[in-house]
Nanobody
Framework: QVQLVESGGGLVQPGGSLRLSCAAS????????MGWYRQAPGNQRELVAT???????NYADFVKGRFTISRDNAKKMVYLQMNSLKPEDTAVYSC???????WGQGTQVPVSS
């Protein structure tokens, strides 16, 4: 059964940090490009970062220098370290494979003082 389960979200103050985790099952994880995406209220889902099976990384311009994506193939996990968070980073963050699978529930990240 294909499943993507995100965790690690929560309320954080501007300038703070969070580490999101995504557990994948039912896919050939080590051969997959994985990514983090986010959807803010009233907005479309947008790409945050991707990491290919051989470790090539791509970031959206709005997170460069602040967020870091990583993966652990043995654990079938992908992570997103988020630093220097801003109120405009508030969104539901989800992980997925490229090409997309069914979306999980995501994890909410409200950035507010």
């Amino acid at each position: 059964q294909v499943q993507l389960v995100e965790s690690g979200g929560g309320l954080v103050q501007p300038g703070g940090s969070l580490r999101l985790s995504c557990a994948a099952s039912g896919i050939l994880f080590s051969l997959s490009t994985m990514g983090w995406y986010r959807q803010a209220p009233g907005n479309q889902r947008e790409l945050v970062a991707t990491i290919s099976r051989d470790g090539r990384i791509n970031y959206a311009d709005f997170v460069k220098g602040r967020f870091t994506i990583s993966r652990d193939n043995a654990k079938k996990m992908v992570y997103l370290q988020m630093n220097s968070l801003k109120p405009e980073d508030t969104a539901v963050y989800s992980c997925n494979r490229d090409p997309f699978l069914a979306w999980g529930q995501g994890t909410q990240v409200p950035v507010s003082s």
